[in-house]
T-cell receptor
């Protein structure tokens, strides 16, 4: 149990385009979903926390107009990187939590390359 | 600023030995603690969670929690080369309705055959 999927697993796009990443909890209902970014050889950086049906809570320094998060149901959250630029190239990982203890189960990640 | 600190390593142990990974946290209000394993280029995988003082064992893994000392550790018995990875320690942080994990930078473990 506790399987989280992400799609796509990798994407290459041109500068200025928008990219949407989907995160799904396959066998449980997620009370909360999280979006992280990880640059090579660095630790996880939390971008935002989202609860179903409510606005996402963004971490300090993360532009909410650039990284749009929609949490439409208890099993689906999406992250849209708008007007992507080369500096947005990174490994984007979502996670989902199902209990009050906040243990998080991670998706396999999406590697974004912006040319 | 709430923090979780880990020794970055690398920690190198021979195959079959016990690997000991340590972590300290600053938020006395944290109640839940987690160890994740991350292979290079992959996403983190939950190994252990611990909520009460003392030891919790799961197969070759034992997590230890000491809330008075604000200290969490992970022991890996009979270490295998496949255990070579970065191990991330995380502590739950509650700020009103915003519950999230505070992450350490990770300890790199190398198990030598």
């Amino acid at each position: 149990g506790a399987v989280v999927s992400q799609h796509p697993s990798w994407v290459i796009c041109k500068s200025g385009t928008s990219v949407k990443i989907e995160c799904r909890s396959l066998d449980f209902q997620a009370t909360t979903m999280f979006w992280y970014r990880q640059f090579p050889k660095q630790s996880l950086m939390l971008m935002a926390t989202s609860n179903e049906g409510s606005k996402a809570t963004y971490e300090q320094g993360v532009e909410k107009d650039k990284f749009l998060i929609n949490h439409a149901s208890l099993t689906l959250s999406t992250l849209t990187v708008t007007s992507a630029h080369p500096e947005d190239s990174s490994f984007y990982i979502c996670s989902a939590s199902r209990t009050k203890y906040n243990e998080q189960f991670f998706g396999p990640g999406t590697r974004l390359t912006v040319l | 600023q709430k923090e979780v600190e880990q020794n970055s390593g690398p920690l190198s142990v021979p195959e079959g030995a016990i690997a000991s990974l340590n972590c300290t946290y600053s938020d006395r209000g944290s109640q839940s603690f987690f160890w994740y394993r991350q292979y290079s280029g992959k996403s983190p995988e939950l190994i252990m969670s611990i909520y009460s003082n003392g030891d919790k064992e799961d197969g070759r893994f034992t997590a230890q929690l000491n809330k008075a000392s604000q200290y969490v550790s992970l022991l890996i018995r009979d270490s295998q080369p496949s255990d070579s990875a970065t191990y991330l320690c995380a502590a739950e942080h509650n700020a009103g309705n915003n519950r999230k994990l505070i992450w350490g930078l990770g300890t790199s473990l190398a198990v030598n055959p």
